[in-house]
């Protein structure tokens, strides 16, 4: 069966500081893969979505990027993270576009 | 792009009756409209979903309805318990893009 991790599972970092996160999916290969976010109380924003290794879509503008160095990795990165990146990080997988499968997600506060 | 717009964002009902959530889209591309349940500091979990070939589907207490020409589809719960309160969100998708989610509805049982 899939499943899918992150890591890690909560992240208090000062403001400017980088950051990255990382989700893995296994039991599955060419999934599709994203990132969303949850503000505190509120819904969830896509951020970026792959549909294959080094192909990134990103959703809105913002000082986050996303990488995918193998299939099934997906990673969340900041060079100087902002008050206003603090949230909820969830990663998806799917295929063919389908049903997406969320991960644990991992919570981060920018102090 | 895609917009889902979600009401109630707060629903309040007794135990044993039934709920109901809203949600309208505005791109007739979408074919695909999952709804999610999230639980207070956890991940969103796929509850039920639909597709655009499809005008109900039901799963126990649970089911969902769409009407492609109005572009709207919702969310029934029957029977409800108190374990159903939670946040739900629906969602729509067309293709290998990322979901756009609603804002959530809080939906609580009372005893």
């Known amino acids: 069966s899939q499943t899918i991790h992150q890591w890690p599972a909560t992240l208090v ?71 206003s990146d603090s949230g909820f990080y969830l990663c998806a997988w799917s295929v063919l576009g389908s049903e997406q499968y969320f991960g644990p997600g991992t919570r981060l506060t920018v102090t | 792009g895609e917009n889902v717009e979600q009401h109630p964002s707060t629903l309040s009902v007794q135990e044993g009756d039934s709920a109901v959530i809203k949600c309208t889209y505005s791109d007739s591309a979408s074919n695909y409209f999952p709804w999610y349940k999230q639980e207070l500091g956890k991940r969103p979990q796929l509850i039920i979903d639909i597709r ?46 990322g979901l756009t989610f609603g804002k959530g509805t809080h939906l609580i049982i009372q005893p």
């Open chain 1, 13 to 83: 970092q000062p403001v400017g500081s980088p950051l990255s996160l990382e989700c893995t999916v296994e039991g599955t290969s060419n999934p599709n893969l994203y990132w969303y976010r949850q503000a505190a109380g509120r819904g969830l924003q896509l951020l970026f979505y792959s549909v294959g290794i080094g192909q990134i879509s990103s959703e809105v503008p913002q000082n986050l990027s996303a990488s995918r160095p193998q299939d099934r990795q997906f990673i969340l990165s900041s060079k100087k993270l902002l008050l």
């Open chain 2, 52 to 97: 655009s070939n499809v005008g109900e589907k039901k799963d126990q207490r649970i089911a969902v309805t769409l009407n492609k020409t109005a572009k709207h589809f919702s969310l029934h719960i029957t029977e409800t318990q108190p374990e159903d309160s939670a946040v739900y969100f629906c969602a729509a998708i067309e293709s290998s893009d």
